[in-house]
């Protein structure tokens, strides 16, 4: 299933693009900084993350533990560059704060995200597949409880590998548990090779029906198409809904895009600021 943009204000759309292109930015300056991090997913990543936190997710800066608000998982947490710029330009930290200590020691901006020390996160992640899982814990639990609170998993592509991921599947699929909603950030890059020449997924989408999910497929750039799916996705009660946003590895830099060699590469001092300009917002 795919659905088109659905009426999303194109103001609002024009000020997440730009606050869209101000976190890529953050995410090379932060790489550069630290000398390490995974550019090419968190580049990717990006605009799935900003139509959800600055639109889609009910969320507060201000009270990063308020009981109503909706959860996200950042299953693939090795993008946690492009995890913090978004939660840095929604107000949780500065920008400046994050960039500038971002993979430090005694950071709270680790590698991988840590719940204990950064505003925000919700789970402490890094190995691969353990997101899914985590999130549907959580939906359980926050339907047993009451508050109306939705759950994202934000997952990559070649994380599909695991077989946690296919368990955590089967069970929501069987149980139809009702406000998750899980993101595939479907790049088709993952660490050394192209997903398809690594491990196909193929055919994905009846996969993902017969374990009894709703699937839908997007344009995971296209931020008014981003918002449409995913608002449409949390109102869905009849069970979970996955949504395979399509992207474009290291999105926003011409050199970077699509290629392989980007999943963990630094940017030196000259392509920092070939990849700055090229984010500039016009």
Request: hydrophobic share 40%; with cysteine.
């Given at each position: 299933?795919?659905?088109?943009?659905?009426?999303?204000?194109a103001?609002?759309?024009?000020?997440?693009?730009?606050?869209?292109?101000?976190?890529?930015?953050?995410?090379?300056?932060?790489?550069?900084?630290?000398?390490?991090?995974?550019?090419?997913?968190?580049?990717?990543?990006?605009d799935?993350?900003?139509?959800?936190?600055?639109?889609?997710l009910?969320?507060?800066?201000?009270?990063?533990?308020?009981?109503?608000?909706d959860?996200?998982?950042?299953?693939?947490?090795?993008?946690?560059?492009?995890?913090?710029?978004?939660?840095?330009?929604?107000?949780?930290?500065?920008?400046?704060?994050?960039?500038?200590?971002?993979?430090?020691?005694?950071?709270?901006?680790?590698?991988?995200?840590?719940?204990?020390?950064?505003?925000?996160?919700?789970?402490?992640?890094?190995?691969?597949?353990?997101?899914?899982?985590?999130?549907?814990?959580?939906?359980?639990?926050?339907?047993?409880?009451?508050?109306?609170?939705?759950?994202?998993?934000?997952?990559?592509?070649?994380?599909?590998?695991?077989?946690?991921?296919?368990?955590a599947?089967?069970?929501?699929?069987?149980?139809?548990?009702?406000?998750?909603?899980?993101?595939?950030?479907?790049?088709?890059?993952?660490?050394?090779?192209?997903?398809?020449?690594?491990?196909?997924?193929?055919?994905?989408v009846?996969?993902?029906?017969s374990?009894?999910?709703?699937?839908?497929?997007?344009?995971?750039?296209?931020?008014?198409?981003?918002?449409?799916?995913?608002?449409?996705?949390?109102?869905?009660?009849?069970?979970?809904?996955?949504?395979?946003?399509?992207?474009?590895?290291?999105?926003?830099?011409?050199?970077?895009?699509?290629?392989?060699?980007?999943?963990a590469?630094?940017?030196?001092?000259?392509?920092?600021?070939?990849?700055?300009?090229?984010?500039?917002?016009k």
């Amino acid at each position: 299933m795919s659905s088109a943009n659905g009426g999303v204000d194109a103001a609002l759309v024009t000020r997440l693009e730009g606050i869209a292109a101000n976190a890529r930015q953050d995410i090379l300056r932060a790489i550069a900084n630290a000398g390490a991090g995974h550019t090419g997913g968190s580049l990717s990543v990006t605009d799935i993350l900003t139509a959800l936190y600055f639109r889609v997710l009910r969320n507060d800066p201000e009270r990063p533990d308020w009981p109503e608000r909706d959860r996200l998982v950042l299953s693939k947490g090795h993008a946690s560059a492009g995890f913090y710029a978004v939660l840095a330009a929604r107000g949780y930290f500065s920008r400046e704060e994050f960039v500038e200590n971002y993979d430090t020691v005694d950071s709270i901006f680790m590698g991988h995200p840590d719940r204990l020390k950064t505003p925000g996160v919700e789970t402490s992640t890094g190995s691969l597949g353990h997101g899914l899982s985590v999130a549907i814990g959580m939906a359980l639990g926050l339907k047993a409880k009451g508050p109306a609170a939705h759950v994202y998993a934000v997952l990559g592509d070649g994380e599909l590998d695991e077989g946690q991921v296919w368990e955590a599947l089967m069970y929501a699929g069987t149980h139809k548990v009702s406000g998750l909603t899980a993101i595939v950030d479907f790049n088709k890059l993952q660490l050394v090779g192209r997903v398809d020449e690594t491990m196909s997924l193929e055919p994905l989408v009846p996969k993902l029906q017969s374990f009894g999910w709703k699937v839908v497929e997007c344009d995971g750039h296209d931020i008014a198409e981003l918002i449409a799916v995913l608002e449409s996705a949390r109102e869905d009660a009849d069970g979970p809904v996955i949504v395979l946003a399509h992207t474009v590895k290291g999105k926003g830099v011409s050199f970077i895009e699509d290629q392989v060699a980007w999943h963990a590469r630094v940017p030196t001092p000259e392509e920092l600021q070939q990849g700055l300009a090229e984010l500039e917002v016009k």
